[in-house]
């Protein structure tokens, strides 16, 4: 009797440690956890690591990081908006491949008309705000680039100075078109700036597709 006693005593410790086990072990993760930005990339060259270790850095969602040099305190864009920025976008060694400010007047894009970089990072702005975005290539002209000036595979860095969000995309109107919904007129060829490599109508904020492309002209 006595060796019974200690063996369901035994079996209790054992049932009690389980469930003290089971009450500290992590949760398991929720689908929310496993589609957050945070798990969107991972950085994939030595410039996208250290930018990532700087204070303040947050990611993007579908691809990109995005850090705020100076605060805004207007309102946030969304996907659909058109909005009117300063921005410079450069390549990882410097090389200044577009800019706003040089061309002396600030610029005005639909947010569904720009690589997906600046489609999920824009809208984490505010209007007044000052932010550095670096884009993997896959959120950005992929392996294709925008030759001369955009090699395969490159990563980009912009900074953007929200200034106003213009009105919402129409819905029905043309892709990147400008205050009233009349079309933009095309910048220079080489001036290629954050546009979408090659806009398809119905075009959505989600994952970036791996394809490249020039923008058009």
Known sequence: MMALMRTWKGVGVLLLSGIACAACAP?????????????SQKPGNAFEEAFVREDGVRPIRWGGWIKTLKAGT?????????????????????TEFDSSYKRGQPATFSLRNVVPCWTNG?????????????????SAYGDAGSPPLIPGGATLAFEIELLDI??????????GSG?????????????PGPRRARPRPGARTGPPRTRGGAPRP
Not at 74 to 93: E, K
Not at 166 to 175: A, C, E, I, N, T
């Open 27 to 39: 949760a398991a993760p929720t689908a929310d956890s496993i589609n957050a930005p945070e798990f």
């Open 74 to 94: 207007g309102p946030t864009p969304n996907a659909d908006n058109v909005v009117t920025v300063n921005y410079r976008g450069t390549l990882t060694d410097g």
């Open 122 to 138: 824009v809208p984490m702005m505010k209007v007044g705000e000052k932010a550095k975005l670096v884009c993997p290539s896959a």
């Open 179 to 191: 205050p009233g919904g009349a079309p933009r007129s095309a910048p220079a060829r080489s001036a």
């Open 166 to 175: 213009v009105m919402s995309r129409r819905p029905g109107g043309p892709r």
